[in-house]
């Protein structure tokens, strides 16, 4: 069985199809539309050209799905939609014009999600998972790894341009005062200092955008497929955007879309690298959308889905779903701390071999919207 | 307010009507405000130069070829590179400040949009226009100049036709387009090509003599082939632009229509000849569609420059005028696709691609 999740952040709209059996769960195509909703924004409002963008990408990671034979296929959003004033409004449009069904996830359920995704880097010494969004960060400590653990913070990399940059990039005083501010919030939220983690796995779109900028920067190419970012050459990257003439076409050739983000992401990662004594940091191939379709495949969440070969929506809608989702959420919590053990030892199997796919057979089909009947037939499991 | 507007890279039709529709617009909407000039494209603000644009500079030319700002090329590649202690780039973003700009169109193609959103990440409001003949710039349906170049290329190809049918010739029209066969791809079909040549389809050379030969023991007495000047082999896909020429230079030719046209020849043993638009494209008076689309687009960038809207470009989507973020398509083109519609349909009536 064929699945996609596409996922909308504040900076561009991404699409994994992933094919399902019972072994295992294999992501056979990606693809990304760089698309900044931040440019057409009307104050809190997303502007009619804003949801025309948003609707022609989505139409056309439809047909991407459409032509793998994907059968089920979520849209899910984090903060980037939901924190517009039209949010409603426009979940309805593009939900009219496109026949797709928008999921709004919130903070800690992404992080969930980015962990899910990520158990294989567990393996790595005393690692911490982290999600820079636009509108929101993710904190996830790979060890500890239940959602009680996971820390979200209510503010993004978004927030903190408007906050404290005055142009476009931002400058020493800028970046002294952002440093400053991230390190009261991560205060605040009781995130530990000192030689706690070693290694930072960054996940999501603004992590690569930065990766590839820095190994732009620093003409790295990785030998062994795993993309590190080393202190030293990050903290002259960070020098760089901070005044040299050549910052904008390094930005520019890289992740023009996240031109507002790069320079508080770096500042941030900086500031992590510090705090937390942080010897590397990797880059996460697999985030949110993987997290999110093994979850649905478990049966921990159950959005709203489109089955593009029946041309139907099904799942349970998001209003329906304020309050139970929440004791959903409670008895996931629950079920991720009764299952502790019972997680372990693919957490531990997943750690030995190093194979990030072990993780996922654990993704049973019990939770699937529908399953595959002994006979072949399907069933409904809603 | 003050405005800035510059015209850059090579000129097209419908770069006056433009400048003149920004202006109309400024002039009667927005109080006290102040529009100068900037010659010569990125060139007049890296050396800081600006002029006033006053009422009797634009009124009248609405109809008017070129581009009364001048324009010249500065690749973006160098925009970075320190010259005398300081880079163009932060050249430009002093002069834009020092002449206390508070907006600046930039009218020109994808090379242009590609510096303005540069200087819009280095905090510089700007405004873009896509201006190109070729029709690549991404996320707008059409270009300003675009459907006056058509016009022209229709039109040469009509007139090289007659002459071709008189003397039982096959003839091979280069027009315009290194990376994108647009232009091309529209005129030839508009002209009745038998076979359009484009950047986005290699052709082989094989294919190309076999069409002609096919079309002639049919009955026909002659051939028209369109090709843009991109055109590539299938056999030189590989090779870069560089190594393409050498390649050429190599063969004692200068362009893939001059390749053909001897192949051509000499396989076939129909006489063949070749004609090269050229710049013929470029200059004139804009069509009516130009002149339309150019006012229309004007005015609207103007209206976004005035409601505070930059880092921006104006843009046609599905019949209507929009915007797109510059940084959003800089550094990416608009090309044709091989199995689009417009392509589809020009098989489907028997137009080769010498494929």
Same mark, same amino acid.
């Given at each position: 069985?064929?699945?996609?999740?596409?996922?909308?952040?504040?900076?561009?709209?991404?699409?994994?199809?992933?094919?399902?059996?019972?072994?295992?769960?294999?992501?056979?195509?990606?693809?990304?539309?760089?698309?900044?909703?931040?440019?057409?924004?009307?104050?809190?409002?997303?502007?009619? %050209?804003?949801?025309?963008?948003?609707?022609?990408?989505?139409?056309?990671?439809?047909?991407?799905?459409?032509?793998? /034979?994907?059968?089920?296929?979520?849209?899910?959003?984090?903060?980037?939609?939901?924190?517009?004033?039209?949010?409603?409004?426009?979940?309805?449009?593009?939900?009219? %014009?496109?026949?797709?069904?928008?999921?709004?996830?919130?903070?800690?359920?992404?992080?969930?999600?980015?962990?899910?995704?990520?158990?294989?880097?567990?393996?790595?010494?005393?690692?911490?998972?982290?999600?820079?969004?636009?509108?929101?960060?993710?904190?996830?400590?790979?060890?500890? /790894?239940?959602?009680?653990?996971?820390?979200? $913070?209510?503010?993004?990399?978004?927030?903190?341009?408007?906050?404290?940059?005055?142009?476009?990039?931002?400058?020493?005083?800028?970046?002294?005062?952002?440093?400053?501010?991230?390190?009261?919030?991560?205060?605040?939220?009781? $995130?530990?200092?000192?030689?706690?983690?070693?290694?930072?796995?960054?996940?999501?779109?603004?992590?690569?955008?930065?990766?590839?900028?820095?190994?732009?920067?620093?003409?790295?190419? *990785?030998?062994?497929?795993?993309? %590190?970012?080393?202190?030293?050459?990050?903290?002259?990257?960070?020098?760089?955007?901070?005044?040299?003439?050549?910052?904008?076409?390094?930005?520019?050739?890289?992740?023009?879309?996240?031109?507002?983000?790069?320079?508080?992401?770096?500042?941030?990662?900086?500031?992590?690298?510090?705090?937390?004594?942080?010897?590397?940091?990797?880059?996460?191939? %697999?985030?949110?959308?993987?997290?999110?379709?093994?979850?649905?495949?478990?049966?921990?969440?159950? /959005?709203?889905?489109?089955?593009?070969?029946?041309?139907?929506?099904?799942?349970?809608?998001?209003?329906?779903?304020?309050?139970?989702?929440?004791?959903?959420?409670?008895?996931?919590?629950?079920?991720?701390?009764?299952?502790?053990?019972?997680?372990?030892?693919?957490?531990?199997?997943?750690?030995?071999?190093?194979?990030?796919?072990?993780?996922?057979?654990?993704?049973?089909?019990? /939770?699937?919207?529908?399953?595959?009947?002994?006979?072949?037939?399907?069933? *409904?499991?809603? | 307010?003050?405005?800035?507007?510059?015209?850059?890279?090579?000129?097209?039709?419908?770069?006056?009507?433009?400048?003149?529709?920004?202006?109309?617009?400024?002039?009667?909407?927005?109080?006290?405000?102040?529009?100068?000039?900037?010659?010569?494209?990125?060139? @007049?603000?890296?050396?800081?130069?600006?002029?006033?644009?006053?009422?009797?500079?634009?009124?009248?030319?609405?109809?008017?070829?070129?581009?009364?700002?001048?324009?010249?090329?500065?690749?973006?590649?160098?925009?970075?590179?320190?010259?005398?202690?300081?880079?163009?780039?932060?050249?430009?973003?002093?002069?834009?400040?020092?002449?206390?700009?508070?907006?600046?169109?930039?009218?020109?193609?994808?090379?242009?949009?590609?510096?303005?959103?540069?200087?819009?990440?280095?905090?510089?409001?700007?405004? @873009?226009?896509?201006?190109?003949?070729?029709?690549?710039?991404?996320?707008?349906?059409?270009?300003?100049?675009?459907?006056?170049? +058509?016009?022209?290329?229709?039109?040469?190809?009509?007139?090289?036709?007659?002459?071709?049918?008189?003397?039982?010739?096959?003839?091979?029209?280069?027009?315009?387009?290194?990376?994108?066969?647009?232009?091309?791809?529209?005129?030839?079909?508009?002209?009745?090509?038998?076979?359009?040549?484009?950047?986005?389809?290699?052709?082989?050379?094989?294919?190309?003599?076999?069409?002609?030969?096919?079309?002639?023991?049919?009955?026909?007495?002659?051939?028209?082939?369109?090709?843009?000047?991109?055109?590539?082999?299938?056999?030189?896909?590989?090779?870069?632009?560089?190594?393409?020429?050498?390649?050429?230079?190599?063969?004692?030719?200068?362009?893939?229509?001059?390749?053909?046209?001897?192949?051509?020849?000499?396989?076939?043993?129909?006489?063949?000849?070749?004609?090269?638009?050229?710049?013929?494209?470029?200059?004139?008076?804009?069509?009516?569609?130009?002149?339309?689309?150019?006012?229309?687009?004007?005015?609207?960038?103007?209206?976004?420059?005035?409601?505070?809207?930059?880092? +921006?470009?104006?843009?046609?989507?599905?019949?209507?005028?929009?915007?797109?973020?510059?940084?959003?398509?800089?550094?990416?083109?608009?090309?044709?696709?091989?199995?689009?519609?417009?392509?589809?349909?020009?098989?489907?009536?028997?137009?080769?691609?010498?494929?």
């Amino acid at each position: 069985m064929k699945y996609s999740v596409i996922d909308i952040s504040s900076s561009s709209i991404s699409l994994i199809v992933a094919e399902a059996d019972e072994r295992k769960t294999e992501i056979i195509f990606k693809d990304r539309a760089s698309i900044s909703l931040l440019h057409y924004l009307d104050g809190k409002t997303l502007t009619e %050209r804003g949801i025309e963008k948003l609707i022609d990408a989505l139409k056309v990671m439809k047909d991407e799905s459409e032509k793998f /034979g994907v059968k089920y296929c979520y849209v899910i959003s984090t903060a980037a939609l939901r924190v517009i004033e039209n949010c409603d409004e426009v979940s309805k449009i593009v939900t009219e %014009r496109t026949g797709l069904p928008i999921n709004f996830i919130d903070g800690k359920t992404e992080a969930f999600c980015d962990y899910i995704a990520n158990l294989y880097y567990a393996s790595y010494e005393k690692a911490v998972l982290v999600d820079l969004g636009g509108k929101s960060l993710e904190i996830c400590d790979l060890i500890k /790894g239940n959602k009680d653990d996971m820390v979200c $913070l209510d503010f993004g990399l978004l927030d903190i341009h408007r906050k404290f940059i005055k142009k476009i990039q931002p400058n020493e005083k800028e970046a002294k005062d952002i440093k400053k501010y991230a390190n009261d919030k991560f205060d605040d939220a009781n $995130l530990p200092k000192k030689e706690v983690f070693s290694t930072l796995v960054m996940v999501g779109a603004t992590n690569h955008a930065v990766y590839d900028i820095y190994a732009d920067y620093a003409d790295i190419r *990785s030998d062994d497929g795993v993309k %590190r970012i080393e202190y030293k050459k990050f903290k002259k990257l960070v020098e760089h955007l901070l005044g040299d003439a050549e910052r904008s076409t390094l930005i520019l050739n890289n992740a023009p879309e996240k031109l507002y983000l790069i320079g508080p992401a770096t500042i941030i990662l900086k500031t992590m690298f510090k705090r937390f004594g942080v010897r590397q940091i990797v880059v996460s191939d %697999r985030g949110v959308k993987e997290g999110y379709l093994q979850l649905v495949l478990e049966g921990k969440e159950s /959005g709203m889905y489109c089955d593009l070969q029946e041309n139907t929506l099904g799942g349970t809608p998001r209003e329906a779903t304020a309050e139970p989702a929440k004791q959903k959420k409670n008895k996931s919590e629950k079920k991720s701390k009764e299952g502790e053990t019972e997680k372990s030892p693919a957490k531990e199997e997943a750690k030995e071999e190093g194979c990030a796919e072990k993780t996922e057979e654990s993704g049973k089909k019990r /939770g699937r919207p529908k399953k595959q009947a002994a006979d072949g037939s399907e069933t *409904s499991s809603k | 307010m003050k405005f800035g507007i510059l015209t850059s890279g090579g000129d097209c039709s419908g770069l006056n009507a433009v400048i003149r529709a920004i202006c109309l617009y400024i002039e009667q909407n927005v109080k006290n405000a102040e529009i100068v000039g900037i010659p010569d494209g990125y060139g @007049g603000l890296i050396r800081g130069e600006s002029f006033p644009l006053k009422q009797e500079d634009f009124s009248d030319i609405l109809d008017r070829g070129g581009t009364i700002l001048r324009t010249s090329r500065q690749p973006f590649k160098m925009m970075t590179v320190a010259e005398n202690g300081s880079s163009r780039l932060q050249r430009m973003c002093e002069n834009y400040r020092r002449m206390g700009l508070d907006c600046l169109f930039t009218l020109g193609g994808a090379g242009t949009h590609k510096t303005a959103a540069l200087l819009s990440m280095e905090g510089c409001n700007v405004v @873009g226009l896509p201006k190109t003949i070729d029709n690549d710039i991404y996320g707008t349906d059409v270009t300003f100049g675009f459907q006056t170049a +058509v016009e022209v290329a229709t039109e040469a190809i009509d007139r090289i036709r007659t002459t071709a049918a008189s003397h039982g010739r096959t003839m091979l029209i280069e027009i315009m387009g290194n990376k994108a066969g647009w232009l091309t791809l529209h005129a030839g079909i508009a002209a009745g090509a038998d076979m359009i040549l484009i950047p986005e389809i290699p052709f082989s050379v094989d294919r190309v003599c076999d069409f002609v030969a096919a079309q002639r023991g049919a009955g026909k007495a002659y051939t028209i082939i369109a090709v843009a000047e991109g055109a590539v082999l299938a056999s030189e896909v590989k090779f870069k632009k560089s190594e393409r020429v050498f390649v050429r230079t190599e063969r004692g030719e200068s362009t893939v229509t001059q390749h053909l046209a001897e192949v051509l020849q000499e396989r076939t043993g129909y006489e063949t000849r070749s004609s090269v638009l050229g710049y013929l494209q470029r200059g004139g008076t804009p069509c009516a569609f130009d002149r339309l689309l150019s006012s229309r687009l004007g005015g609207y960038a103007a209206q976004l420059a005035a409601s505070g809207k930059f880092g +921006v470009t104006a843009a046609v989507a599905g019949n209507r005028i929009t915007f797109n973020a510059l940084t959003e398509i800089a550094g990416k083109y608009k090309l044709v696709a091989p199995d689009g519609d417009i392509v589809r349909f020009a098989k489907s009536i028997g137009i080769g691609f010498g494929v």
